[in-house]
């Protein structure tokens, strides 16, 4: 979903149609290279360049070479936020401005850091909902209980996803009471038709484990942090 949304919205939002794509050379990264070619394939598009590099290295030149062959105007990039930051600086540093897009996989709050003020523009989809965003009674929720747990920890998606997991965990729980054991737990909530989780639903089915098909977008702002939008028009470009 995560890599579908992505190309959906660089055509909808930026009539962008030249991708490239960078991914890691091992089983994760080849199957996000499958998504996003998958989501290109069915609009009658493909890669215009592919920059594949080792996992755990930092070894991205020649993946950046081969990416800039192609001169796409945007890149999605699945992989670990140390290399992937590593080859968004060196484009930065050869004046090379590409719209630079990352699955929630890569580690956002360290993918900013890494980049410091070079990080503006950089999007990265989500699979759960602001967690700054107390408005929404899932988000709210788990802000109260984020700061009953510890006072100083700052909200973010990882923990989050964490809470939103937790939460399903009891739902399982609770409906198989005392007798609970594996067959129980996996039923009460693949039987279900939905759950909801303050307004926040999970529905899961026959080979659906993934329980949402939501996808939220951000991208990093001027002071590092990350911020929701709506549309990619407007905020793609770095200053």
Request: with cysteine.
């Amino acid at each position: 979903q995560e890599t579908e949304e992505m190309v959906d919205r660089l055509i909808r939002d930026l009539d962008i149609t030249s991708l490239g794509i960078m991914y890691q050379d091992d089983s994760y990264g080849r199957a996000g290279y499958a998504g996003v070619a998958a989501a290109l394939d069915r609009r009658g598009l493909g890669p215009s360049s592919i920059g594949i590099y080792p996992r755990n290295t930092t070894a991205v030149k020649t993946a950046l070479l081969d990416l800039r062959e192609g001169n796409p105007e945007a890149v999605v990039q699945i992989g670990a936020y140390e290399p992937v930051a590593e080859l968004i600086l060196w484009a930065r540093e050869v004046d090379w401005e590409p719209v630079f897009l990352n699955v929630s996989f890569v580690g956002s709050n360290a993918l900013a850091r890494a980049l410091g003020f070079r990080g503006v523009g950089v999007f990265v989809t989500q699979v759960v909902p602001f967690p700054w965003d107390d408005a929404l009674p899932v988000v709210a929720a788990y802000q109260r209980a984020l700061k009953a747990h510890d006072p100083e920890a700052e909200p973010g998606f990882v923990s989050l996803e964490g809470y939103i997991a937790g939460r399903l965990a009891i739902i399982g729980l609770e409906r198989c009471g005392a007798e609970v054991d594996r067959s129980c737990f996996l039923d009460s909530i693949l039987g279900a038709e939905e759950l909801d989780i303050d307004g926040f639903p999970l529905s899961f089915g026959e080979d659906d484990n993934q329980g949402s098909d939501a996808v939220f977008m951000t991208v990093i702002g001027f002071d590092g942090r990350y911020y929701q939008v709506k549309t990619l028009r407007g905020v793609a470009t770095p200053e």
